[in-house]
């Protein structure tokens, strides 16, 4: 995606839709336009509007009020992991089934021997 589009779907305020999964959707709500960062998270209401976009939106009785940092911090954990895992690396994957736990019909992984 070049930097044009990236800076038309910012001027919208949504992230690009190109990953053909939620985990990698994710991590391209942080993106690189003309070699400068565009952060398409900047409030708790841009979260929970990204989140209906993949009809995962929690009701905001139930959003946590720190929704932003939460979404933030998880996000740079998957791209952490991510790095680490081409690097050759398992990385610590503790803190991922953390915020996977939270979620009943989320998957629990471990690391193979």
Not at 55 to 78: H, I, N, V, W
């Amino acid at each position: 995606m070049g930097g044009d589009q990236v800076q038309a779907l910012a001027s919208l305020g949504e992230a690009p839709m190109v990953g053909d999964h939620l985990a990698l959707d994710m991590l391209n709500t942080e993106a690189l336009s003309d070699g400068n960062p565009v952060d398409f998270w900047n409030s708790n209401q841009d979260v929970l509007t990204w989140l209906k976009r993949f009809a995962t939106d929690p009701s905001p009785k139930t959003a946590p009020a720190d929704l932003l940092a939460q979404g933030k911090a998880l996000r740079a954990l998957a791209r952490q992991l991510i790095i680490q895992h081409k690097d050759g690396d398992d990385g610590d994957i503790g803190e991922l089934n953390e915020y996977l736990h939270s979620y009943l019909s989320a998957p629990h992984f471990e690391t193979r021997c």
